[in-house]
């Protein structure tokens, strides 16, 4: 099996990198690439080091998966090459997603769609807060049927990038050391340190931020066209790990102690659920698991059929890089990869 990691020095690159060691997944042969910029470092692997590769100018003759982190942008471009040269694309960008010939893939939910990556040899991974909030919901909605789920996220600033993370590590300091406070110059509109942000990505006419719609439309394409979904998302001072509370709406009646116990079984899911003083999941012990946590589930008694939860999850991991992997394991378990030339 031979892999292409793109974006392997940025964030969720590094952390592609440690999920494949991790999981010992069966590449015979390990490429990386970046921007021109950051071509000819050396990137360590099994006991040696990979050279990182210009992806702008590379040969991608011979690869049979690329994992790819590179931005939207670079994504629209890469992808298509890449699929041309016969390598089946994982892309962690918004680009694909909703593309109606790529298949929007969460392994614990919908694996079987991976076969329609035939389609254009391109399958994408979905949002971040997406991912984790579609595992805690298809075991529920397998048993009960959702009607409308209301999220409210608190999302750390991990998901905006590495830059994001020391913005908020600089801001956090010139807190305690009565320093001038950066802030709307960097990656966030106002400060971050100590505050919270009611806002990702652009604005919509319908005065939804991007970052809520992505939710809807892609846990729609994920798990059910016909569940109606509105998002709040919310930038918090958190380093790694995204959070959400999570209020579902259900066609037939479910019980909390019912969902607990569904949730148990689900794959993926590991259900924290003690009403006593810290028995739930916060981001700082989600950070570097790969679980989707589960955490005050409860009914909802202001519709007929309703449920409360908290959500927590590693946003590098299963929102990207180890969803990601998860994906490439599945074509692999499945024989649905064809050799590279």
């Known amino acids: 099996m031979r892999v ?50 210009d992806a702008a100018a590379a040969q991608f003759s011979g ?7 590179t931005g939207a942008t670079a994504s629209r471009l890469l992808a298509p090459r890449l699929a041309e040269a016969g390598a089946v694309v994982i892309d962690n960008t918004s680009a694909w997603r909703m593309d109606p010939d790529v298949p929007l893939i969460v392994p614990e939910v919908n694996p079987d769609e991976v076969g329609l990556a ?26 009960a049927k959702i009607k409308r789920v209301v999220v409210a996220t608190y999302q750390s600033v991990s998901g905006v990038g590495r830059e994001a993370m020391d913005e908020l590590f600089r801001q956090t300091r010139a807190v305690f050391v009565a320093d001038l406070i950066e802030s709307g110059s960097g990656k966030f509109t106002k400060q971050i340190a100590f505050n919270v942000i009611p806002h990702i990505d652009e604005f919509l006419d319908s005065g939804y931020a991007k970052e ?38 259900f066609e037939r009646a479910i019980t909390a102690q019912r969902a607990r116990a569904i949730l148990r079984e689900a794959p993926g899911v590991l259900v924290v659920d ?49 969803n990601a992997v998860q994906i490439a394991e599945c074509l692999i378990n499945r024989r649905l990869l064809k050799k590279a030339a």
């Open 63 to 69: 690869i049979d998966i690329a994992l790819c982190s």
């Open 212 to 249: 809520e719609w992505k939710m809807m439309v892609e846990t729609q394409k994920i798990l059910d066209p016909d569940i109606q979904l509105t998002a709040t998302c919310v930038r918090v001072p958190v380093f790694i790990g995204h959070s959400a509370a999570v209020n579902v709406e």
């Open 4 to 53: 292409g990691v793109f974006g392997a020095t940025g964030q969720v690159g590094s952390v592609l990198r440690s999920v494949l060691a991790e999981r010992s997944f069966p590449a015979d042969d390990l490429r990386f690439f970046a921007s021109a910029r950051s071509a000819g470092t050396r990137l360590p692997w099994a006991g040696g080091e990979i050279v990182v590769e």
């Open 118 to 143: 035939r389609r254009k040899n391109i399958i994408a991974n979905p949002n971040c807060s997406t991912a984790q909030l579609v595992v805690a919901l298809k075991p529920l909605h397998d048993r």
């Open 274 to 322: 003690k009403r006593e003083d810290g028995g739930y999941v916060t981001p700082v012990e989600a950070a570097g698991e790969d679980a989707t946590y589960v955490s005050r589930i409860r009914k909802d008694p202001t519709v007929e059929h309703g449920l409360s939860l908290w959500v927590v999850t590693d946003n590098l991991r299963k929102g990207a890089a180890l």
